[in-house]
């Protein structure tokens, strides 16, 4: 009846629950009672074949197990402990594949579900595997090797994959390390989610990642015992069964292991492989390994916020590339990267913008932001020779605790208005100063000016103690040097104020009055140009020449320039050598007359007019 139907079907729904529980129980009951069943065959068999003999082939772990072992616990949850007697059992008798035949036929009918298909394979992979060992003949070797890998790949879950690599090591059978332990990782990972996860960096799914990466751990630890044999061991056996007899021999044994890993398509592994060659230095190896993976790579890790070392592998990545333009942004960001560590200094800033420099002049391209990017780089240079030079400077005031302090903060690169402010004018490096402006293009001529003073009296001060000839020679080569630097841009070389400074120091100290020509000479300023600097300096009468005691300082030295200057006339082309002639001979009356209405009769002055004479004389020849 339609009215009964509610009452009727929870009451049968309940039912067929019910009955599906105890069916399931039922069959549960049946499986525990047929897996005991197996455990005691096989327990009974190993009895027979001498349990003693078969549990001395058991690894220390697996002993250490079984001992703790309680019978229930080997039929519910003992699959690897059964496993491993059954292989232990199986390899007494390797070497004599008729018994070993008929083992396996005798375990598959005593018990089946602790020795299936699977395990079968697994005998026949490893009775092939212990043949190779032994094999002499290198080409039968061969063979079974790869048969016995093949057959390994089909039961992955199976395996003991760390002993199984560790035999494939102690016969150099590297390839078979890299594809079975590959195989595994697949096989824990048969939708190869692994792959998403890294790159998206989730967490959810982590246990993949673990499970993949404790199989590449097996390739890994082969490669850091032929690493560490590559590095100096010999003669070692090791817990991996590398055996080596020289260095020379790992390393080509590590070359030919990594050849394998490379042409792995396991991205995830790539990812692996790559944290191992950088965590062990090998990053020429890195960096020479063909693969699409690698940039990817690098690209994820430089995200992350510890990646300097990931940087510093990715522009010499862009370099081998050929990809100039990302090397030189990526070594301009490492040399204005923040580091917090004493071993980065400005050198190594200097060493990265210097590298970017070269990069971004190899660029082909000709586009406008890739000429502004090398420009800007170029001016960053010129900012951190600036303050290297200032470093330099700091490091010889050993006495002044303020300039120690300064020191640490020039490791980072400072922008150049601070580097003025803050140490060249704070600490009065002149020279620093004058570098610094020159490089802004700043024109201030009276700054120029008290800079030339101030770094004058500093090259002076700095030898005060030195015998005279030494304190000439060093301010001549300081003008020298900076000569060469700013002549070309006279508002940052005054040469007449440069001039006149130079004449006040040799009067003073009694130098040869020669040695201010002689210097500008050298840089070289041309007779000329040297010549209409001192005519400028007589026109201005300077009150300074009267408070050294010396008013004709400036006629004297002008004579030893004209002397110097016609002696040079030959250089001069022939058209304009007289009209040349004629304005000197000019300049040479007037100074004749200067002289001549003198009331002091110096022997400099003497001397002088008697220069200008002869010069006035040898007029003649021309």
Not at 49 to 72: G, S, W
Not at 556 to 563: A, D, H, K
Request: proline share 3%.
């Amino acid at each position: 009846m339609p009215s009964d139907s509610p009452h009727r079907t929870p009451h049968a729904g309940g039912r067929v629950q019910a009955e599906a529980l105890e069916r399931n129980s039922v069959l549960q009951l049946r499986l525990l009672v047929q897996y005991s069943v197996e455990a005691l065959e096989l327990w009974r068999e190993l009895c027979e074949y001498q349990f003693h003999l078969v549990a001395e082939r058991l690894p220390m772990n697996i002993k250490e197990d079984l001992c703790r072992t309680t019978f229930r616990d080997l039929v519910v949850s003992g699959k690897q402990i059964t496993v491993a007697l059954i292989n232990a059992l199986m390899e007494r008798y390797f070497g004599d594949s008729n018994l070993t035949d008929a083992l396996s036929a005798r375990l598959r009918e005593i018990c089946p579900n602790l020795y299936g298909a699977a395990d079968l394979k697994t005998t026949k992979a490893n009775e092939l595997l212990q043949s190779a060992k032994h094999q002499t003949n290198k080409t039968e070797q061969t063979a079974m090797l790869h048969k016995s890998l093949e057959l390994f790949k089909q039961v992955t879950v199976n395996i003991d994959l760390g002993g199984i690599c560790n035999q494939y090591a102690s016969v150099g059978f590297y390839e078979g390390i890299v594809e079975l332990c590959l195989a595994t990782a697949a096989e824990q990972d048969n939708q190869n989610l692994a792959v998403h996860l890294t790159h998206t960096g989730e967490d959810a799914g982590e246990q993949l990642l673990v499970a993949r990466r404790h199989c590449y751990t097996c390739i890994t630890n082969t490669l850091n015992n032929l690493l560490a044999m590559s590095q100096g061991a010999s003669g070692i056996h090791n817990n991996t069964g590398v055996k080596v007899s020289s260095a020379a021999e790992a390393e080509k044994q590590l070359t030919t292991m990594l050849e394998f890993c490379y042409r792995s398509t396991d991205e995830v592994f790539h990812v692996f492989l790559y944290e191992w060659l950088i965590g062990n230095g090998l990053v020429n190896r890195l960096l020479a390994i063909k693969s699409s993976y690698l940039e990817p790579y690098l690209r994820r890790a430089a995200k992350q916020p510890d990646n300097l070392q990931i940087l510093d592998i990715m522009w010499k990545y862009y370099e081998k590339e050929k990809n100039y333009s990302a090397a030189a942004r990526i070594l301009a960001k490492l040399a204005d990267r923040d580091r917090d560590t004493d071993n980065f200094t400005l050198w190594d800033r200097i060493d990265y913008i210097s590298r970017a420099i070269l990069c971004a002049k190899a660029c082909s391209t000709s586009l406008n932001n890739e000429g502004e990017f090398l420009h800007e780089l170029e001016d960053k240079m010129d900012v951190a020779q600036l303050q290297l030079n200032i470093y330099s400077c700091l490091e010889q005031m050993t006495s002044n605790p303020v300039a120690e302090a300064a020191l640490s903060d020039l490791n980072r690169l400072i922008d150049i208005s601070t580097l003025y402010s803050d140490y060249a004018e704070k600490f009065n490096m002149a020279e620093c100063q004058l570098a610094i402006i020159h490089c802004a293009g700043h024109h201030d001529p009276l700054l120029v000016q008290k800079l030339w003073r101030e770094l004058l009296a500093q090259e002076i001060n700095s030898s005060q103690y030195l015998p005279q000839v030494s304190v000439m020679s060093s301010l001549r080569n300081k003008i020298l040097l900076l000569g060469n630097i700013y002549q070309a841009a006279e508002k940052f070389f005054p040469t007449q104020f440069i001039v006149q400074q130079l004449e006040v120091i040799s009067c003073r100290g009694g130098w040869d009055q020669s040695w201010a020509i002689d210097t500008m000479l050298q840089i070289p300023t041309s007779h000329f140009h040297l010549h209409s600097t001192y005519t400028s300096l007589l026109q201005m009468k300077l009150p300074c020449w009267e408070q050294l005691g010396a008013p004709y300082h400036l006629h004297i030295v002008t004579s030893l320039l004209l002397t110097s200057y016609v002696a040079h006339l030959n250089n001069v082309p022939l058209l304009e050598r007289k009209p040349l002639l004629c304005e000197i001979q000019d300049v040479i009356d007037a100074h004749v007359v200067d002289l001549q209405a003198s009331v002091s009769a110096g022997s400099d002055v003497t001397s002088a007019l008697s220069r200008f004479k002869a010069l006035q004389a040898s007029f003649n020849k021309y």
